[in-house]
């Protein structure tokens, strides 16, 4: 999937959230530009809300794609992302990310600003590995070679005589002593602390995502709706389900994801049926209902039809499945 990515510095990460990612509609993209419809979607994310965001842009058929326009997030992640970056590594990393304590996620923007890492799944690498923080020392507050000389006199535990009451702290070179230390490390200053590397970092993610961390779908979206759809009707009323044949499940997702009126106008009244009746799987199809609903709105006409044809008696026992 293409991407462009345009980079926005102010992000708050108040809200524990590692990306927000502003995905347009490819198609409506090129020939409208910024007037393409587009939505902000929060990593990590799953495959639900990824795919619902989708449709909400009219991303729903094999030859329309969608375009990761901006990104948000904080630094210096951002030097390494780049427009190949496929979503679903986005996404793994945002999940590890956000599962990180304070400390290790400072020390993971360190490590990324010295230079240890040079594209994304550099950084997945980092945040996946096991000890990989062993392989590190990080001190958060130091900025430059004074504070780093001050803090290897009076804090670092090394000297057994504290110096900071006496007359000796007056002449000790501390900026000296910092950058003295600093090159024979090799340590490197950084916006959140000072970092060095004490051993090598393998690269141990080679592309393979967990089943977990994937959102992006494997098929066009009409056909993987019409396909839950199916599957919800056959869950819903198995006993009835036995009896569909394989040309007749097939022909009604066909149905389905070419958009055939009265087949969703059907499935569309069975649900809320389903909804009204307040029985099992109630969740699931308000769910659908949403997404039936973004794909193929519904019209005022639409609307006013289905109020004049409503029935007048209650269901009761239970909602009629759409014949298959």
């Not at 996404?91 to 990324?112: G, K, Q, W």
């Not at 501390?174 to 090159?183: A, F, Q, S, V």
């Not at 393998?202 to 967990?210: H, S």
């Not at 198995?238 to 969703?264: C, H, L, R, V």
Request: proline share 4%; hydrophobic share 35%.
């Amino acid at each position: 999937m293409s991407m462009i990515v345009n980079y926005d510095y102010d992000y708050d990460n108040s809200e524990n959230i590692s990306f927000r990612v502003y995905v347009v509609n490819e198609k409506e993209f090129k020939e409208k530009g910024n007037l393409a419809r587009g939505k902000w979607i929060d990593f990590p994310t799953d495959r639900k809300t990824f795919r619902q965001a989708l449709l909400e842009i009219g991303v729903t058929s094999a030859d329309n794609t969608w375009l990761a326009h901006s990104f948000n997030c904080d630094r210096p992640i951002d030097y390494f992302l780049s427009r190949q970056d496929r979503v679903d590594e986005l996404n793994y990393l945002a999940s590890m990310l956000n599962d990180l304590p304070d400390f290790e996620y400072d020390s993971f923007l360190a490590i990324v600003e010295a230079g240890y890492c040079s594209n994304l799944r550099d950084m997945i690498s980092l945040a996946q590995g096991t000890n990989i923080y062993d392989k590190f020392s990080f001190y958060p507050d130091i900025f430059n070679d004074r504070d780093l000389g001050w803090y290897q006199v009076h804090e670092s535990g090394i000297y057994s005589v504290d110096l900071s009451d006496g007359i000796l702290a007056n002449f000790i070179d501390y900026e000296g002593l910092g950058n003295w230390m600093r090159l024979e490390e090799g340590g490197e200053f950084t916006e959140v602390g000072y970092i060095v590397c004490l051993a090598p970092v393998k690269d141990v993610f080679l592309g393979d995502v967990p089943a977990e961390y994937i959102v992006t779908p494997s098929i066009p979206i009409l056909e993987q709706l019409a396909n839950e759809i199916a599957e919800f009707i056959k869950d819903f009323d198995p006993y009835d389900a036995e009896d569909y044949s394989i040309t007749e499940i097939e022909g009604f997702i066909n149905d389905i994801k070419n958009g055939n009126t009265e087949q969703i106008e059907g499935v569309r009244r069975f649900l809320r049926e389903v909804i009204e009746d307040d029985r099992h799987m109630v969740n699931e199809a308000n769910k659908l209902l949403d997404e039936i609903n973004l794909t193929w709105p519904e019209t005022n006409m639409n609307l006013k039809e289905e109020k004049k044809t409503e029935p007048k008696v209650k269901v009761t026992n239970k909602p009629k499945t759409p014949k298959l």
